[in-house]
Nanobody, 127 residues
């Protein structure tokens, strides 16, 4: 089974940028829709962004539209989340996830659609 490893998190000030990476262990990554989710302790997991298997279709939560950009490089088995203009409310553990059931078109914003998850990377934005 594909394993996912996130990296790129850290502590930054409000207004700064970070780029998260999600590296997959197998080339089958290229057939999976992929998503980014985040979670604050005590809160439910929240959808952030997603990419179709080809990268042609993307989806974003309203709270990050215009600030975050999801992309992928299937040749490198890696998905990215470019986060600009970070706000303190973006502070959370960020997880990438894969939907191994092939999906055409717009990727899902529903966490239950994704069956492979990474271990997460912490993003902390100070005010």
């Amino acid at each position: 089974q594909v394993q996912l490893v996130e990296s790129g998190g850290g502590l930054v000030q409000a207004g700064a940028s970070l780029r998260l990476s999600c590296a997959a262990s197998q080339r089958t990554f290229s057939r999976y829709a992929m998503g980014w989710f985040r979670q604050v302790p005590g809160n439910e997991r929240e959808f952030v962004a997603a990419s179709s298997w080809s990268g042609t279709h993307t989806a974003y939560a309203d709270s990050v539209k215009g600030r975050f950009t999801v992309s992928r490089d299937n040749g490198q088995n890696t998905m990215y989340l470019q986060m600009n203009s970070l706000k303190p409310e973006d502070t959370a553990a960020y997880y990438c996830a894969a939907e191994s059931q092939f999906r055409r078109g717009v990727p899902s914003a529903y966490g239950g659609a994704y069956d492979i998850w990474g271990q997460g990377t912490q993003v902390t934005v100070s005010s």
